[in-house]
């Protein structure tokens, strides 16, 4: 299983692969997001201009979809206390650690979505449209 390691401050995150085919579901809903795109500018190995639109539509539900797969699939573990899925303790965590919450957002949907944006890119490399 695909995994990613990200520290913010003292705080570690362990990021882990969702199910590709929840992934892929989500990509398809939140293809909305992407009309009007020029996804020819999209930065293939940081995902900065998704990020962006992700960023820009904050009040459609199917963010909240992304958040919630995102943060489903995040281990924290805190100095000195035990490690814990953070979709179990999200609103007791970001109370403490507010500034952790869209910076960690943004990581995880990099880590669960670029790899299916870059295989869009090679396949439509490959046939050369």
Not at 45 to 55: N, P, R
Not at 69 to 81: D, T
Not at 96 to 105: D, I, Q, S, T, V
């Amino acid at each position: 299983m695909r995994s990613e390691q990200t520290t913010i401050g003292d705080i570690e995150y362990i990021l882990n692969a969702g199910t590709a085919v929840k992934a892929f579901e989500l990509i398809k809903k939140g293809g909305v997001l992407l009309k009007g795109a020029d996804l020819s500018k999209v930065d293939k190995s940081s995902g900065g201009e998704l990020i962006s639109i992700l960023l820009g539509n904050l009040q459609e539900p199917v963010v909240n979809e992304i958040q919630d797969f995102v943060y489903s699939n995040i281990v924290v573990k805190i100095p000195n206390g035990q490690p814990f899925r953070l979709q179990d303790k999200k609103d007791e965590h970001f109370n403490n650690y507010p500034e952790h919450m869209l910076p960690l957002l943004v990581k995880g949907a990099k880590f669960q979505f670029t790899p299916f944006f870059n295989s869009f890119s090679q396949i439509t490399g490959d046939l050369k449209l």
